[in-house]
């Protein structure tokens, strides 16, 4: 009964960490509202595949990595790059609501759902500062133990946490579309990619921040 109190209790903080307002809330809102609910989960998806990829460097020893004096900036300056590109283009789809989408292109929205979120999620620092401190907390001393089964639980536990939460971002903006108007999507999708930007505009601060310390 303990061990399920516990893993539960890790769903419940897989999903308090996906919650907030952030990149990958902020793109698949955007997905969501102009492609409907499969373009949303892709992006969740994407950003868990990167979120794996964390978990899984950081079991392998990601901490020597850490060690490297470029890689934050290097990521400070890739992360405001992608998120600056999805604000633009989310601009330009935002003059592009009214136009129906066929096979091919729907195909093609999927799959570029799914990379803007292991993009957004892979290259943003606050990711990283994430998984090295929460996580890197949480599995720490099984690590040390080697205690294989617990880490795959707990980590498991996690990511199942985030794909609830993606699941009803998800939803939520398919549902929603139907209730609002051209307009209202329209000036929606410009408040998502000026949230993209600033986002973008933020990192590159902090990379400047970072060089001249």
Known sequence: ??????????????????????????????????????????????????????????????????????????????GSAVFIYLGVDSFRQSRNLSIGAGE??????????????????????????????????VVGEFIIRQEWGQIAAYSTAIIFGIAIWNLNMAFASHYTRRFLTEETLRKIMIAAGLGLIGFGGYFLYKCVLLLGT
């Open 1 to 78: 009964m303990g061990w399920l109190i516990h893993y539960l209790a890790y769903i419940g903080l897989g999903v308090s960490l996906a919650a907030p307002i952030g990149p990958i809330n902020t793109e698949m809102l955007k997905r969501g509202l102009h492609r409907g609910f499969w373009s949303s989960w892709k992006v969740g998806l994407g950003g868990m595949s990167a979120d794996i990829l964390w978990m899984v460097a950081i079991i392998a020893g990601l901490g020597q990595l850490l060690s490297t004096p470029f890689l934050l900036p290097c990521l400070y300056v890739s």
């Open 104 to 137: 091919s292109s729907l195909r093609m929205t999927l799959s570029s759902s799914y990379w803007s979120g292991f993009a957004i999620a892979l290259l943003n620092p606050l990711n990283l500062l994430f998984w090295t401190s929460i996580y890197g907390t």
